[in-house]
């Protein structure tokens, strides 16, 4: 691997390292293996391609090989696709960073992060929204039988009636499941629903210690009402609390520092 381009999932700490059976991206033969600068270490498989592909396989395994390595110790993840053209480029940019990386790392230990995604079931929905704004489903009868040319100006107050009322509920309820999960957590950022009948996309950073708890509390609600229906991913690479940037050419002249393996 001395000249070849490498391709990157993340850095741990050296003394984290266990041997990673998980396929590598972009050639599943290649072993993922380290490089390491002091007590850092690089997640690493050698590649013969400038760039990759975002397929769901590639993605796939640059996941599987980050959960691999989250089992013994934290991870900054890198984003997909990141090949750098030789380890000695590499070994260069952690070796200037040693010490914030190593610190990073150290904040993030014994903690992981949670997916949790709350949509409503769609019937369900539309009936609790009927039975909370009567009038609205009143409107909406009012007009059968009655031409659209005649209806025009009413179908459009009575569609903004609804998408009101609707972001209403989803408010509240996003609220309501926010200040539940909230105290589980050491950090929760809100990400944009994906469909309309998503009222709640959270990532959650947690203590490993807490995340049973929560998945416990998360799965009560799901039971408790019919009408909900969550997608809880556990533990996945604190992507969303971690952002690792290595410029490569920042330091290409740069001498490299003493190294291992």
Known sequence: ?????????????????????????GDPEQPVTILSSGNIAALVSAIDLPEI??????MLAHTQVLEAAMA????????????VPNPATLLRVIGFRRQELR???DEIDGRIEVALKASWDEQ?????????????????????????????????ELGRAIGAALEDRRTAARQQLLQT????????????PIDDAMFAHFALLVDRT??????RVVEQLEQNDAGLKFR?????????????TLDWDQHDAAPAPGHGR
Do not use: C
Not at 53 to 58: A, D, N
Not at 77 to 82: A, L
Not at 181 to 192: R, S
């Open 124 to 156: 369900f929905m539309w009936r609790q929204l009927a039975a909370a704004h009567p009038q609205l489903a009143n409107n909406g009868r009012a007009m059968i039988g009655r031409g659209e040319q005649q209806t025009y100006y009413d179908r459009i």
């Open 1 to 25: 691997m001395s000249s070849q381009s490498i391709y990157v999932y993340g850095l741990i700490r050296a003394e984290d390292h266990h041997p990673i059976a998980a396929r590598a991206v």
């Open 181 to 192: 999960v909230t105290p589980f957590a050491i950090q929760v950022k809100e990400l944009a």
């Open 53 to 58: 592909m975002p397929t769901r396989r590639h």
């Open 232 to 244: 809880y991913v556990a533990p996945i690479p604190p992507y969303n609390f971690v952002s690792v």
């Open 210 to 215: 807490s995340e049973q708890a929560l998945y």
């Open 72 to 83: 013994h110790g934290p991870v900054l993840p890198m984003r997909f696709g990141v090949i």
């Open 103 to 105: 610190a990073r790392l």
